[in-house]
């Protein structure tokens, strides 16, 4: 527990600074180089999403899966961390982390000293750790089509704050925006198969809201791939699609929640 208290401790210290030095690069985009201190916010941001995670799979798993809200969080906050660090290998969008950074600095310590939890057997907690990486993914992958349609039509009036301007080109935003909606759909696809084993009655279990909305979101999203390379969707277009999906996850989760609460809560 020591060292998961100290690498979780200096991982969120290494995600602050990182995020400092994004803000200052973002602050003075005009003035600076677009490459500047690239190596170093990227070499750090590793780091600290290294010690992110051995402080998380000591708190995750304690000889059988710990599954808690914090962990959530925490799991979540990594795996931006991680892809975000991928996806620079090939193009630079490591200003991107001022949304992703600081949000794991403060989840990364969040787990420490979190004691309500559900203990889960491997199988069950395989699913949920799928199904937490695919609604992760798509929700950073839809954060991602929110700032690219802003860029695009500020771009378009010519109205480019200083954020904007510090964003990966447009071309790249896209195809970043595409590349993350493709990782969600194969995750969220295992996250369905799998959950597939665990039912045993969708009614009795209260299942069936929260598996409608997720196969409808799951149909959405396959419907957008299919037709960005039959019919090219894209731009606008793509970023409707995009968030309407995730809309309809979320609404199989927050919204089933509301429905059964309004079903079954009076008796």
Excluded at 180 to 191: D, K, N, R, W
Aim: charged residues 10%.
């Amino acid at each position: 527990m020591i060292i998961s208290g100290f690498s979780a401790l200096v991982a969120s210290l290494l995600y602050l600074f990182v995020s400092l030095l994004i803000w200052r690069k973002i602050r003075f985009v005009d003035q600076l180089k677009p490459n500047f201190q690239r190596k170093r916010i990227l070499t750090l941001a590793a780091v600290a999403a290294l010690l992110h995670l051995v402080s998380l799979s000591q708190t995750l798993w304690q000889g059988y899966f710990v599954f808690n809200f914090a962990n959530a969080l925490s799991m979540i906050a990594l795996l931006g961390s991680l892809i975000l660090l991928y996806l620079n290998r090939k193009m630079a969008c490591e200003t991107l982390g001022i949304f992703i950074f600081p949000f794991a600095a403060f989840t990364t310590i969040l787990p420490i000293g979190f004691n309500e939890h559900i203990q889960m057997p491997l199988e069950i907690g395989s699913h949920v750790l799928i199904s937490i990486a695919a609604y992760s993914i798509l929700g950073i992958a839809t954060a991602q089509a929110i700032l690219y349609s802003l860029q695009e039509k500020r771009f378009r009036k010519r109205q480019l704050s200083n954020l904007m301007r510090a964003l990966p080109p447009l071309q790249q935003m896209e195809s970043l925006m595409l590349k993350l909606v493709m990782i969600g759909f194969v995750l969220l696809s295992f996250a369905l198969i799998s959950g597939i084993f665990f039912v045993e009655d969708l009614f009795a279990q209260h299942l069936i809201h929260k598996t409608f909305f997720a196969f409808l979101s799951w149909f959405v999203y396959g419907w957008f791939i299919i037709g960005h390379y039959r019919s090219g969707w894209r731009g606008q277009t793509a970023v409707r699609f995009i968030i309407w999906a995730y809309a309809l996850l979320i609404l199989s989760f927050i919204g089933t929640e509301v429905i059964l609460y309004l079903l079954y809560g009076g008796e």
